[in-house]
């Protein structure tokens, strides 16, 4: 159930990060309190993750599953750039959240 919730947790990270981008630096109400919302929300079941997951490997999973998130929909939404390095970067840092969820 930890592991659900982490997921869940850096599902938020995702939506809050994403968010940001249309609440044009906070002055747009409903984005800014959706985002708000997601922050608070993706904090607090990053908590109850950690009551049962180590520390280091709840947070790095979380973060990592935020940037892999926010890099794709970055790509997708917002035509960042797409490059082979990128792409690779991103393959390291799922690798990386893959090898600390198999061995936690």
Do not use: D, Q
Not at 30 to 46: C, H, N, R
Not at 76 to 97: H, K, T, Y
């Amino acid at each position: 159930m930890a592991w659900f919730t982490l997921l869940l947790a850096g599902l938020l990270e995702i939506g809050w990060a994403v968010g940001l981008k249309y609440t044009n630096g906070f002055t747009r109400l409903t984005p800014s309190l959706l985002s708000a919302g997601a922050m608070i929300l993706s904090v607090l079941l990053l908590g109850h993750a950690v009551r049962s997951l180590p520390l280091g490997t709840a947070y790095a999973v979380w973060t990592g599953i935020g940037t892999i998130g926010s890099v794709v929909l970055g790509i997708l939404l917002f035509a960042e750039p797409v490059s082979a390095m990128r792409l690779g970067c991103v393959g390291l840092i799922v690798a990386g959240v893959a090898g600390l969820k198999i061995i936690g």
